[in-house]
């Protein structure tokens, strides 16, 4: 297992900003021709306005007051995804409802100006308040409160990808929701979108994949390893995810602090990458982050254990910071970890040539806004602030 503290240098004391100032890298530069889809990634759902809470000593106690030591504030909720795609150089679009309150405004500018993700299938809901969550980071874990108001019927049409058509797009990244179907899914399948698939805790206590329609318009499947192993009744994860490739040509299942695994049944690949070992100090949004990083490396075309890998180190970099969309790494943050990793005179060899791969991507040199500063602190400031 590779050895790293290498957070990338930023800490609370730089909580704040965008991503303005972020090293440009196109993952997919070689590859592009006149005629490709206007974008890379398609995704929709609900946007969150995320007021985040840090540097806690422990949680908070009832009937006692508690004084955070830094506050940051970030779009969330889908933007989570949406932001650490754009952050790897993914032409990113997005179909979202949005608040027409301050609340939404901020969210549509940071995410629209400050991430440059195209939010032309979005619309703003008047009348309709934006759903906010309140986290509070402690002790490696968080603590969440959200509220929300009943999405008008626009709204959810919107979230959902409908009633256009989803522009045409090299990937779409969905979340799966047992029961029901998105028909937006299938749609961009037929058009040639390759689907990547999430799903998240089945409530109804039934684990049916039977209930994941749209599975069967989906390039590759991405649970954690209790949702593999409960859909599929195996006793292993791995042992899942070969059970999975019956639905799904990709299986990929995260195994925490133990890594991934994923199957290919169309070339019976297999491949197991373990985790960087890094202090976290909040996952949220770790799992977004990863499925963000496998996507590029999917589009990009590396082969399966390199894709594993980079979607891993962008993971454990983002444990490292607070927040979901806030802690998305970018290619200046991937770049200081390797030049910060190879430093280590008592470094692993096999393992750091397990990243080599990095060496033709990154930028040479750190980007001069480095680090950088990923939200605001609060909402009333303007850009000159």
Request: glycine share 12%.
């Amino acid at each position: 297992m590779i050895a790293s503290n290498a957070s990338t240098g930023k800490g609370p004391s730089h909580f704040g900003g965008t991503g303005h100032g972020q090293a440009r890298v196109d993952p997919l530069a070689a590859l592009r021709v006149p005629g490709d889809p206007p974008w890379d990634v398609y995704l929709t759902g609900t946007v969150f306005l995320d007021i985040i809470f840090t540097g806690l000593d422990s949680a908070p106690v009832r009937g006692t007051e508690s004084w955070a030591r830094g506050m940051g504030s970030s779009p969330g909720g889908v933007a989570n995804m949406a932001t650490a795609l754009a952050r790897l150089g993914l032409r990113t679009s997005l179909a979202a409802a949005f608040g027409d309150d301050h609340y939404g405004e901020y969210c549509w500018d940071a995410l629209e100006q400050g991430e440059g993700i195209d939010l032309s299938p979005s619309r703003t809901v008047p009348g309709w308040h934006s759903p906010v969550t309140v986290s509070m980071a402690y002790e490696g874990e968080r603590t969440m409160v959200s509220h929300g108001h009943e999405p008008p019927p626009e709204a959810v049409l919107i979230q959902e990808g409908a009633p256009d058509r989803p522009p045409r797009a090299r990937a779409a990244v969905a979340s799966l929701e047992p029961g029901k179907r998105a028909p937006w899914i299938a749609q961009a399948a037929q058009e040639g979108t390759c689907i990547f698939a999430d799903v998240g805790w089945d409530e109804t206590g039934a684990w049916d994949l039977a209930g994941l329609a749209d599975l069967e318009h989906c390039e590759a499947f991405l649970p954690n390893a209790q949702e593999a192993m409960r859909y599929t009744g195996a006793t292993c994860p791995r042992e899942a995810a070969h059970a999975l490739t019956e639905h799904v040509p990709l299986a990929v299942v995260t195994l925490g602090a133990e890594g991934a695994y994923a199957v290919d049944r169309r070339t019976g690949e297999t491949a197991e990458v373990p985790a960087i070992e890094v202090e976290a100090l909040d996952p949220t949004g770790a799992g977004d982050v990863f499925v963000a990083g496998f996507v590029t490396g999917t589009l990009a075309g590396w082969p399966l254990a390199d894709r594993l890998a980079f979607a891993g180190l962008t993971a454990a970099l983002s444990v490292q910071e607070f927040g979901g969309s806030l802690s998305a790494p970018g290619w200046s943050e991937i770049g200081a970890w390797w030049r910060k990793v190879q430093s280590v005179a008592s470094q692993d060899p096999t393992a750091l040539r397990r990243y080599a791969f990095l060496a033709d991507l990154v930028p040479e040199e750190e980007s001069p806004g480095w680090p950088l500063r990923r939200a605001v602190p609060t909402i009333g400031f303007g850009r000159s602030a």
